[in-house]
């Protein structure tokens, strides 16, 4: 199968950077897949899971990401995103604790602004307790 070159990055770290199969994105309109060659394109990415596959590898690669965009050009792939987390790394108790946060804060009176931050705070903490090993979502 074709490759392509993969560099995810978050504002962190470099959380991957190598060859690539093919590449899943949450993307605003629905989950996008991107395998090589693909045409030329610039996409949003939504708070969400990403799952790509590299070469000879029967398994799929997961990871939850915050919002960002994705640059495809010239068989390369750039992901910039906020956050990044392999599903073993995330903290259940923590993302609890976060959607609880989120779900309080908009029970209260806001600013449109605030809403928009309370609202991308639950969809993150509710996407971390998905992909994490305890899945007991309120």
């Not at 470099?14 to 309109?29: K, M, Q, R, S, T």
């Not at 750039?78 to 956050?83: C, E, K, R």
């Not at 309080?104 to 998905?130: F, T």
């Amino acid at each position: 199968m074709s490759l392509f070159s993969l560099k995810i990055i978050a504002s962190d770290k470099v959380f991957y950077d190598g060859e690539c199969e093919i590449l899943i994105v949450p993307a605003f309109n629905g989950e996008l897949a991107i395998m090589a060659h693909h045409q030329n394109m610039v996409v949003a990415i939504n708070v969400g899971e990403i799952r790509f596959r590299t070469e000879n590898s029967a398994e799929w690669n997961k990871a939850v990401v915050g919002i960002g965009f994705v640059h495809v050009a010239n068989n390369c792939a750039t992901m910039l995103v906020d956050t990044v987390e392999r599903p073993e790394d995330i903290d259940a108790v923590r993302a609890q604790q976060a959607l609880e946060r989120a779900q309080e804060q908009l029970r209260q009176k806001q600013s449109i602004q605030e809403y928009h931050v309370s609202k991308a705070s639950l969809a993150r903490a509710m996407h971390r307790l998905k992909n994490s090993s305890v899945h007991d979502i309120n």
